[in-house]
């Protein structure tokens, strides 16, 4: 019998089947249509992260190079599980990056076809980078992934949202005192992240990585909805195998918004993502 415990490979897990899109004319790239599962909802709406990743693939399928060095999002209105379409174009192309955008359609009850996300995006070849690094930036302090808490230990974890059981979440404890009715107010939150299946990080699951964790609201005090306005996510490297660490910061929530900073290091001690939202903190 089959190891079913083996870890999914890149192109052969649940993340890759539910990103998957089917070009509207064969062969030819630019609108392609998707049916957007459940699995990847929180309360109902799809997530941030997994929607950019549908548009980043699309992109990554209809450009000339592979890989999203920098792709930047505005969520007009919550997409739903359900038949969506994506239509993707080339802007420019050069030699070493590729300009392109993307926007994700649903249809409202009444039949009229709605703009969901719309996505601008620059594409390279991460493999072609040179190897030289000089940055101040240092990778996060983590207790090791066995001493970090996920969702199924947190109180209320038999209602967990669906795309809790799709990736794998381990959280820095000095950042769930929420979770207990004491929030650090700090606006920290870090944690190992990875695919529940096993499949190691790509650059597109880099795009899922920086939006699946609990908002840096719940570490202020603040409890509530927190859907993105806008997402950028720079990808720096190809991650080496293995669940990385995501740390995210906010520094100021005022007028109902907040900003998000993140950060992904790989097992190498590498930066290879970094990303910025605004987000807006829908109270009870």
């Known amino acids: 019998m089959p190891d079913t415990a083996a870890p999914a490979t890149v192109g052969h897990s649940e993340f890759d089947r539910a990103t998957t899109l089917t070009p509207r004319e064969p062969g030819v790239p630019g609108v392609y249509d998707i049916d957007l599962p459940a699995g990847w909802t929180i309360f109902g709406a799809l997530n941030g992260g997994y929607l950019l990743a549908v548009l980043g693939r699309a992109l990554g399928e209809t450009l000339p190079h592979p890989h999203p060095f920098t792709i930047s999002a505005h969520y007009l209105s919550a997409s739903r599980p359900g038949p969506a379409v994506v239509r993707a174009e080339q802007v420019r192309t050069g030699r070493t990056l590729s300009t392109g955008q993307a926007s ?3 249809y409202d009850a009444d039949g009229t076809e709605t703009e969901r996300i719309r996505v601008l995006a620059s594409y390279g070849d991460l493999a072609s980078l040179p190897d030289d690094v000089h940055t101040s930036a240092k990778p996060p302090a ?3 992934l066995t001493h970090c808490v996920g969702p199924e230990d947190a109180p209320g974890s038999a209602d967990q949202q669906p795309i809790a059981e799709r990736v794998l ?9 929420w979770a207990l009715g004491e929030p650090s107010g700090k606006g920290e939150s870090r944690a190992w992240f990875g695919l529940a299946d096993g499949r190691d ?6 795009l899922l990585a920086v939006d699946a964790l609990p908002p840096t609201a719940f570490d ?3 409890k509530g909805w927190v859907p993105t306005v806008e997402l950028t996510v720079h990808v720096r490297a190809l991650p080496a195998p293995g669940p990385v660490r995501v740390a995210i910061t906010t520094r100021n929530h005022a007028g109902g918004f907040l900003e998000e ?3 992904v290091w790989d097992s190498e001690d590498r930066l290879v993502a970094q990303s910025r939202q605004l987000a807006r903190v829908m109270l009870p």
Do not use: C, H, Y
Not at 201 to 206: F, H
């Open 261 to 263: 900073d993140a950060e």
């Open 104 to 106: 994700l359609f649903q």
């Open 169 to 177: 979440l381990k959280i820095d404890p000095a950042t769930v005192g």
């Open 142 to 144: 983590f207790p090791p």
């Open 220 to 222: 202020l005090g603040v």
């Open 201 to 206: 990080a790509d650059p597109l699951s880099l």
